[in-house]
Nanobody
Framework: QVQLVESGGGLVQAGGSLRLACAAS????????MGWFRQAQGKERVFVAR????????YYDDSVKGRFTISRDNAKNTVYLQMNSLKPEDTAVYYC????????????????????WGQGTQVTVSS
């Protein structure tokens, strides 16, 4: 049974940092493109970042570019999202996802492209 479990969320002041982790079980992370999404209260779930199976390619939404870094440790079957210079508008539930279909370059922003999802972790940024 595949499971993705996010951790590391919490309450932080604006300008602070958090590192989210997504631990996978029942699957081999190294064969999947991994993504992070977020969903603010009352809004749709949106793409944040993705990293290819090798870690050689990353891609970010413009809203987080330069502040967030996605990385992976295939030996630990874990993906990370380092979030710096946090803003109140970053407040959301953050989800990790795994996908292994074709076309990650064009499709990795799409919720439907991913095969597995975690349960989410809350990030709250106070002003």
């Amino acid at each position: 049974q595949v499971q993705l479990v996010e951790s590391g969320g919490g309450l932080v002041q604006a300008g602070g940092s958090l590192r989210l982790a997504c631990a996978a079980s029942g699957m081999t992370v190294s064969t999947y493109t991994m993504g992070w999404f977020r969903q603010a209260q009352g809004k749709e779930r949106v793409f944040v970042a993705r990293i290819t199976w090798s870690g050689g390619s990353t891609y970010y939404d413009d809203s987080v570019k330069g502040r967030f870094t996605i990385s992976r440790d295939n030996a630990k079957n874990t993906v990370y999202l380092q979030m710096n210079s946090l803003k109140p508008e970053d407040t959301a539930v953050y989800y990790c996802a795994a996908g292994n279909g074709r076309g990650y370059n064009t499709n990795a922003r799409l919720i439907s492209w991913y095969n597995y999802w975690g349960q989410g972790t809350q990030v709250t940024v106070s002003s």
